[in-house]
């Protein structure tokens, strides 16, 4: 009776694990089919805008692109999706899409996810005046140090264009397969425009309305002209993978010290946070900022980015100091959930170090972007801060990056200790360093 007892106890495992493995057989050969299926809806949804009512919600392009409501878990990601996970056939509403196909999808959408980050990175820049020379540096240096491909809309004075178009064109052809550029008129709304061109710098107020010229522009990373790039454009580029689905551009702080900060001790107008916003590195999503209805001070109604400019400005336009930054800081005043703010090492200016070293993240990783302005490349205000644009202005392209730039920008470097920047001036290179050594 017992060994009667153990045949049969046996005989009934194996026939419960034959099951469970043709169950499972079964369960692969309908993900394969479900898959497909779902491949059409899920790319479908993909491009919803932050205004759709779905779950799947755009970040940027690509599967790495898509994340859920902020106010919803990402379950698929929390979970540990397997056959016998009891999650695996709950509504799609749960997961946005069934979390048992969403797995499976993600574990196979690494060709699109190569092809993200296979992408060109769009860098604009505005050139007025006696910028040419300091516009070329900049964009060498956005080519020195990044591995993809980059995209450059220069908007410059008509009699800057030739310059531009020949010195760029001068560059090594090896160089030059790295990037494309093309060049812009500069342009302002008609009835409006020697309003907009005489706003605070010549030209500044271009980046305003840049989303509305370059309208087949999904994202766009706007500089000013003194900006010099210590790490690979598409380093900042990928940020954008991180905005919640409302945000739209991202900045940095004006200061980090409330104590130095101009905006909260001088301003006579709205602005961002506690210390303002800084306009002279600003990444965008243009898309979302074109559809965009903005809250504001002037009307009960929500308006639109071209119907809010030259409202703001006529209101505003006998207290600001600081031309289109101001008007920045006052519509994100008003509509903090669409900024992203980044750490001050992507837009490193003097007031980071002119009174001691306040920018806690470059202490950390280092300088990633350094701003130069007040015009210190070109004056001996900040030693340090020049010597890292003469360092760039000098090197040769197809020279050795540690020993013709990094060799002789520490040895310019070390002059420069009497003063603060200076003192922090190994900030400059950490990251440096490795950009060249990565390119190298």
Same mark, same amino acid.
């Given at each position: 009776?017992?060994?009667?007892?153990?045949?049969?106890?046996?005989?009934? $495992?194996?026939?419960?694990?034959?099951?469970?493995?043709?169950?499972?057989?079964?369960?692969?050969?309908?993900?394969?089919?479900?898959?497909?299926?779902?491949?059409?809806?899920?790319?479908?949804?993909?491009?919803?805008?932050?205004?759709?009512?779905g779950h799947l919600l755009r970040k940027g392009p690509g599967p790495s692109g898509l994340r859920y409501r902020k106010d919803e878990p990402d379950r698929c990601k929390s979970?540990?999706?397997?056959?016998?996970?009891?999650?695996?056939?709950?509504?799609?509403?749960?997961?946005? $899409?069934?979390?048992?196909?969403?797995?499976?999808?993600?574990?196979?959408?690494?060709?699109? $996810?190569?092809?993200?980050?296979?992408?060109?990175?769009?860098?604009?820049?505005?050139?007025c005046g006696p910028r040419l020379e300091e516009t070329l540096i900049m964009v060498k240096s956005a080519v020195l140090f990044s591995k993809k491909p980059l995209h450059i809309y220069i908007f410059a004075e008509d009699d800057l264009h030739d310059s531009f178009k020949t010195a760029l064109d001068s560059w090594p052809a090896t160089v030059r397969t790295k990037f494309k550029f093309?060049?812009?008129?500069?342009?302002?709304?008609?009835?409006?425009?020697?309003?907009?061109?005489?706003?605070?710098?010549?030209?500044?107020?271009?980046?305003?309305?840049?989303?509305?010229?370059?309208?087949?522009?999904?994202?766009?990373?706007? $500089?000013?002209?003194?900006?010099?790039?210590?790490?690979?454009?598409?380093?900042?580029?990928?940020?954008?993978?991180?905005?919640?689905?409302?945000?739209?551009?991202?900045?940095?702080?004006?200061?980090?010290?409330?104590?130095?900060?101009?905006?909260?001790?001088?301003?006579?107008?709205?602005?961002?946070?506690?210390t303002g916003i800084n306009s002279g590195v600003m990444l965008m999503n243009m898309t979302r900022l074109r559809e965009k209805f903005f809250k504001n001070d002037m009307t009960t109604a929500v308006l639109k980015w071209e119907e809010i400019l030259m409202p703001l400005l006529q209101k505003y336009k006998l207290?600001?100091?600081?031309?289109?930054?101001?008007?920045?800081?006052?519509?994100?005043?008003?509509?903090?959930?669409?900024?992203?703010?980044?750490?001050?090492?992507?837009?490193?200016?003097?007031?980071?170090?002119m009174y001691g070293s306040n920018c806690h993240q470059a202490e950390e990783e280092g300088v990633f972007i350094l701003h130069g302005n007040r015009g210190v490349y070109h004056n001996d205000k900040q030693p340090a801060f020049r010597a890292v644009y003469e360092a760039i202005q000098k090197y040769n392209f197809g020279e050795d990056l540690e020993t013709a730039l990094l060799d002789s920008l520490e040895a310019s470097l070390q002059t420069t200790t009497d003063t603060y920047c200076g003192r922090s001036s190994h900030l400059f290179t950490k990251r440096l360093k490795q950009s060249a050594i990565s390119v190298q």
């Open positions: 009776m017992r060994c009667f007892l153990h045949a049969f106890l046996l005989s009934a $495992v194996f026939t419960f694990c034959s099951l469970l493995y043709v169950f499972s057989k079964l369960v692969s050969t309908f993900e394969d089919g479900e898959v497909k299926e779902w491949g059409v809806s899920w790319q479908g949804n993909r491009h919803r805008s932050s205004h759709d009512t979970l540990s999706v397997s056959y016998w996970n009891p999650y695996w056939r709950l509504p799609a509403d749960v997961c946005g $899409v069934n979390c048992f196909v969403e797995s499976s999808f993600r574990e196979r959408s690494g060709s699109e $996810v190569k092809k993200l980050n296979d992408e060109t990175s769009h860098l604009a820049v505005v050139a093309k060049i812009h008129a500069i342009t302002y709304p008609e009835e409006n425009a020697s309003e907009w061109k005489k706003l605070f710098k010549p030209c500044a107020s271009q980046r305003l309305f840049l989303p509305l010229i370059l309208k087949e522009v999904d994202s766009l990373l706007y $500089v000013d002209t003194d900006i010099l790039f210590l790490r690979p454009v598409e380093d900042i580029w990928a940020l954008l993978s991180q905005f919640t689905p409302d945000q739209l551009a991202a900045m940095a702080p004006e200061h980090e010290e409330p104590r130095i900060g101009w905006y909260n001790r001088f301003a006579r107008h709205p602005y961002y946070g506690i207290n600001i100091t600081w031309g289109d930054q101001d008007l920045l800081n006052i519509i994100f005043h008003h509509n903090p959930e669409s900024l992203y703010v980044f750490p001050c090492q992507w837009n490193y200016r003097p007031d980071h170090c």
